[in-house]
């Protein structure tokens, strides 16, 4: 198993460029989420799915879009950059145990000049 | 909604000495609650994790983490220091019957000779 990927590891845009970071899971999990990782913050949540076709908005959406077509992939759009997204990006995913575990991807750093 | 204080954003520990990281959470229930450490430009790794019944967990790497309900506190211990445990620790907690984690800010543990 790969766990959880992540694509690509590092990226630099220019503000008001768009693009798509990939998250996949080999894990069958249902439950996938987006945070992001910013100095001194911690992580906080941006989106997160509970199933194929269902996503919700977690504390830090805005500039942010989802969507969840099949189990395996949660790609997370940015559709204008600003400099504010300069972050490092973690995807996860858990089961459905019901206990929140979260498995980790290993990150994607994002800068926005 | 459930919210996480690490109180010490720096901790400085002699290699060979005791840790203690303390962890204060807050939520109407009993949650589920995850210690994941972070090295420097990595991911997150779960170090343990605390769902129901004995109230001392214990995890990987010489890690334990005691929930005591009446603290509303979940703190992270090992009894010996090694250099190689310098980097950054979070606590999580998620609510039951969700499937995201609210994070604390993190502590970073620095490991002195």
């Known amino acids: 198993n790969a766990g959880v990927t992540q694509t690509p590891k590092f990226q630099v845009l220019k503000t008001g460029q768009s693009m798509t970071l990939q998250c996949a899971q080999d894990?069958?999990?249902?439950?996938m989420s987006w945070y992001r990782q910013d100095p001194g913050m911690g992580l906080r949540l941006i989106h997160y799915s509970v199933g194929a076709g269902i996503t919700d908005q977690g504390e830090v959406p805005n500039g942010y879009n989802v969507s969840r077509s099949t189990t395996e992939d949660f790609p997370l759009r940015l559709l204008s950059a600003a400099p504010s997204q300069t972050s490092v990006y973690f995807c996860?995913?858990?089961?459905?145990?019901?206990?929140?575990?979260?498995?980790f991807g290993p990150g994607t750093r994002l800068t926005v000049l | 909604a459930q919210s996480v204080t690490q109180p010490d954003i720096h901790i400085t520990v002699s290699e060979g000495a005791s840790l203690e990281l303390r962890c204060n959470y807050s939520?109407?229930?009993?949650?589920?609650l995850f210690w994941y450490v972070q090295s420097p430009g990595q991911g997150l790794q779960l170090l343990l994790k605390y769902f129901s019944g004995d109230t001392l967990v214990q995890g990987i790497k010489g890690f334990e983490a005691e929930f005591k309900r009446s603290q509303s506190s979940f703190n992270l211990r090992k009894p010996s220091v090694h250099w190689s445990d310098a980097a950054e620790y979070f606590c999580a907690v998620g609510a039951r019957g969700y499937s995201t984690l609210t994070f604390g800010k993190g502590t970073m543990l620095l490991v002195s000779p």
């Open positions: 996860a995913s858990g089961g459905t145990s019901g206990t929140n575990e979260q498995f």
């Open positions: 894990m069958n999990h249902e439950y």
């Open positions: 939520y109407g229930a009993t949650p589920y």
